[in-house]
């Protein structure tokens, strides 16, 4: 089975064609195998290429312990670069279909690799969070054992949480990140998003369902700026803060991101 593996900002994706998995195997399967960083080739997810019956190119994401999931910010400026590394694309232009719906997108630099994503609107009542209907989950006071949060619920082409807090250390975001996926407001899961502005950047770090904390999220880092920016906090134009590098998210009518992807690695993987 042939594959390629790609990171945006240490997030790591391995895509394989859906030609290339038998009709056996079952999606779920073959991504606990092959993320598996001991007894796979390793990874946050698995990325299947297919083309819908629109022929648009498909994008369908599974999460390292073989969830599914319906989008990944990440995940999705990888497959763009996957899509031109295959000479799948002749435009800078795309158009790709998720678990989400379609989403546009736009390659403004190839060297280095940098693809702005229309990521559309957030969501605040989403069916995978669970509130007052007339109310929005927004900056809710919540206790956790000795610790004080306050969160916001928000669909963004996944399920989001979003508290800010002084403490984003790795044990901070590894012990709270699960808990609070575990509330009565998240009955499919929530990735948590731990943020902090720190001299006009937004820095965060996420705790992400099917996968754990990692180094980067996309759509955590959307979420967390459309929060910060309600919030007083932040502008329009928000710098996300990673460990390997930066996102630029921009509040607009829609929300735009603008990231990068990078190629690791080609080869087969025996299944």
């Not at 598996?36 to 997810?45: E, P, S, V």
């Not at 083309?51 to 648009?56: F, L, S």
């Not at 499919?188 to 001299?199: G, H, M, P, R």
């Not at 996102?247 to 299944?271: C, P, R, S, W």
Request: hydrophobic content about 35%.
């Amino acid at each position: 089975m042939k594959f390629e593996k790609y990171h945006g900002l240490g997030n790591d994706f391995i895509i394989v064609d859906k030609k290339e998995i038998g009709k056996e195997l079952k999606y779920s399967e073959l991504a606990k195998n092959i993320c598996n960083r001991k007894t796979g080739i390793g990874a946050d997810g698995l990325i299947i290429a297919s083309i819908d019956e629109g022929n648009n190119y498909e994008m369908i994401f599974y999460n390292a312990d073989g969830t599914f999931d319906t989008m990944c910010g990440n995940g999705f400026r990888c497959f763009c670069l996957y899509l031109k590394n295959n000479n799948l694309i002749s435009e800078n232009e795309l158009k790709i279909k998720t678990g989400a719906g379609i989403l546009k997108a736009k390659i403004v630099s190839d060297d280095p690799f940098m693809v702005k994503v229309n990521m559309g609107r957030e969501s605040y009542y989403h069916e995978t969070i669970k509130f007052n209907p007339q109310e929005e989950l927004f900056n809710k006071k919540i206790l956790i054992e000795d610790e004080e949060f306050f969160i916001t619920g928000l669909f963004m082409g996944t399920t989001h949480t979003v508290t800010f807090v002084e403490d984003i250390s790795n044990e901070f975001v590894d012990k709270y990140g699960p808990l609070i996926n575990e509330l009565e407001f998240f009955p499919i899961d929530t990735s948590v998003n731990f943020c902090k502005i720190e001299e006009g950047k937004l820095k965060i770090k996420t705790w992400e369902r099917g996968v754990g904390r990692t180094l980067a999220c996309g759509t955590g880092s959307c979420s967390s700026a459309i929060v910060a920016k309600r919030l007083g906090l932040m502008g329009d134009h928000v710098v996300v803060e990673h460990l390997l590098g930066e996102l630029e998210i921009e509040l607009e009518e829609n929300v735009y991101m603008i990231g990068t992807g990078v190629q690791i690695a080609t080869g087969d993987f025996k299944n």
